[in-house]
């Protein structure tokens, strides 16, 4: 995955965007649906007991797929905001702690002057080998645990946008075959069929754009696991004896 | 050009590595400050999957989140204050070398163990 890339705004303002568009869709479906419930409820009187029982089925599967995907909505609805702040803080590791404290790395081992290169003697040979690289691997190793828990909420945070934004493809393409069959401008003999093609169509939707958000929720608790190891990570001793800070002044 | 290899001169580059060193300590001590110790990296357990909550474990997420976050404070707050003693550990070398004039030796132990009066990085009259 790698470190985040672009700024953190045009990751917020995407998910922003789709959620509008799935507000915005789902609203639009409802309405489309309920002008086909009318559009049957006029014709009613007309049509046969058979004919209106496989409308009922058709409507009923219609229906079911819809649910399927205004449960999913009303949570999305319900939690984009602290998923924002997620994008946020991934580029926030980056910025405000990896590349200050990489920035350091090369400080901590250099002299402040070149001619520290004179100092010769005992004490000289333990600040050079004993003081100077112990600070600077443990410089460099906690740029790299910034850098570290900023890629894996990146890769999360990434894997929640691509989840908003196939959702608002579903709802979108749900609401363009909703249009297409105009169910609430046909006339009697076309009904039936049209609400059982429509069904159809919504339910394949429904059930393939299900199956993809779960992959992408897959990935997103496959990350869970990996953060096992990103604890088995942080004990480094070699680094870090005891898990603290290389001391070289006592006390 | 002056002798580089002159115990003043080296003493003056030991002070002037004292002194990166409370530059470097200062530096830390800004990240520590903000964002890593004022929660300016603080996440929530909903934070970690946009859609329904009952399909993803996000504890699993935010508990392994909180650990390593509170590390990363641990580390850098002792980052902060190890380079500030080493800014002082350099300055008391210095002042051995003028006591002693030379560069080649110092109680290395002496100078590596922070006073009792700054260990806890305060600053107290003597």
Redesign the interface.
Known sequence: MGEPTGTAGEHTSA?ERAVEQIREGIKAIVDKFNAAIDQCNSKWFYLSPAVKLWINRSLDKFREAIDKIL??VG??LA??A??T??VN?SF??LD??KK??SG?VS??SG???A??A???????K??NMQ?LPD?KD??DA?GQ??GF?SEW?YE?AIS?IQ??TD?STVVGDILGEITTAAIESLDLINIPWAIDRLANAVGQLVTKGVNN??SI?QR??E???R??S??SD?VDESK?PG????????? | MPDQTSTRIITDHVREEAKKWSELAGQMQAVSSNPVNNNGLELNVTSFFIGPSELVATGIHYDAYVGYYDHIKKLVTEAASEWEQLHGALNRMADEFDATDQTAQADLEKVYTAPPSTSNGKIEGN
């Open positions: 998910i449960a999913i949570e999305v939690h984009y602290p998923v702040s997620l803080i926030h590791w405000a702690v200050p404290v350091m400080p901590v002299w402040a002057n001619n520290l004179y100092w010769e003697g005992g004490a000289a333990h600040y003081v600070q443990a410089t906690l645990k910034a828990i909420l999360i929640n989840y908003v959702l958000l779960l929720v997103i608790v990350a869970g696991g953060a096992r990103a604890i942080r870090f898990g603290s800070w290389p001391q070289a002044v006592k006390g």
